[in-house]
């Protein structure tokens, strides 16, 4: 693994067979991340939007965002607490059907805060505890085609859906590609800012340029717009490692997500031909088993035949109940 420093900005490769991702150090936020956080008039503003609120007062705003986050860990993007609500935001580059199970996790996290700052003694008490209301949302925009708003649930995860589960919670996931919920994009104008830079990143590799490359020519389009204009100037270097650093995040886990299935598809085939090779044994005793009664039956049906030609009953009869004797009169004409 070599460390190098580019513009200012500390990396090293991290290699995987013949793929490479750079992983940079001193990045530890997504840009959806460092937008809303950092500006809390713009997160609550897209908070207003998104519950039909009309706050006013950013410092109303509790960020409570997990803070132990490693590279390519688990970890969340947004938190924040405001009249008893607590919200959890994600943004998603692609679609994951687990986010409700992630939600879960992070949710009993903060839960826990709550709980400790309050006096972890107090949950052994007789008094209920009050916990703030959770809202679980995903910002979804991923170039696979998703609709506008949709519902994920953690009961879809568990392996008795037929059943109503004791436990459940929902996730709201939002598309927010460049021309989609033109609603919400009205009300929060950096949210329309942030889907309008990111589709020109994808319109620049769509072209064919590098990723690079795509989001410096991005961010000098968008200040000469006045397209998140302040915070591009000021950390643009950040924005890009930021950028570049989601770019081979996503990279990484479609190389790993790629292996896995060359992986499940080679076991798979291992475990056909081994549950084949099983059934085929398994149904060839069966056949084998059905066959050897048939000829077995034939036999003695032959023998009572002829049997009763040579005028034997009373041998019939004796053959049915004792099958030493049938044995015996079996080998007597050679069946």
């Known amino acids: 693994m070599k460390r190098k420093r580019v513009t200012g900005i500390v990396y090293r490769i991290f290699t995987m067979g013949r793929k490479k ?11 959806f991340r460092f937008i809303f956080e950092n500006d809390r008039k713009a997160l609550l503003e897209l908070y207003n939007a998104l519950n039909d609120t009309n706050y006013q007062n ?3 705003l509790k960020i409570m965002t997990i803070k132990n986050v490693i590279y390519m860990s688990m970890k969340n993007d947004l938190a924040f607490a405001i009249a008893g609500i607590l919200n959890l935001y994600e943004q998603q580059s692609s679609f994951n059907p687990n986010m409700p199970v992630r939600f879960f996790i992070y949710l009993g996290q903060e839960f826990q805060k709550v709980i400790a700052a ?3 003694e107090r949950i052994y008490g007789t008094k209920l505890i009050k916990l703030p209301t959770p809202k679980c949302i995903v910002f979804y ?3 696979q085609e998703e609709p506008e708003n949709q519902i994920l649930k953690l009961s879809d995860a568990f392996e008795h859906t037929e059943e109503y589960p004791d436990v459940e919670l929902k996730v709201r996931m939002i598309n927010i590609n460049y021309g989609h919920n033109p609603e919400l994009m009205e009300k929060c104008h950096r949210l329309w800012e942030y889907a309008f830079f990111v589709d020109q990143i994808n319109e620049g590799t769509r072209c064919g340029l590098a990723m690079r490359t795509a989001v410096n020519n991005a961010i000098d389009y968008c200040i000469q717009n006045n397209i998140l204009k302040d915070i591009l100037e000021e950390s643009r270097m950040e924005v890009v490692g930021m950028l570049l650093n989601e770019f081979n995040e996503h990279r990484y886990k479609k190389f790993i997500r790629e292996e896995a299935r060359e992986e499940g ?3 798979g085939i291992a475990k056909g031909i081994a549950q084949g090779t099983a059934k085929g044994i398994a149904q060839g005793i069966e056949q084998g088993i059905a066959q050897g009664i048939e000829q077995g039956q034939n036999r003695v049906n032959l023998l009572y035949q002829k049997l009763r030609e040579d005028g034997r009953v009373e041998d019939i009869m004796k053959a049915i109940d004792n099958s030493d004797y049938l044995e015996q009169l079996l080998k007597e004409y050679e069946l």
């Open 21 to 31: 991702f750079p992983i940079y150090f001193n990045v530890k936020d997504r840009l």
């Open 58 to 60: 950013p410092d109303d």
């Open 118 to 120: 309050n006096g972890m």
């Open 141 to 143: 925009n991923g170039r």
């Open 265 to 267: 598809i080679a076991e």
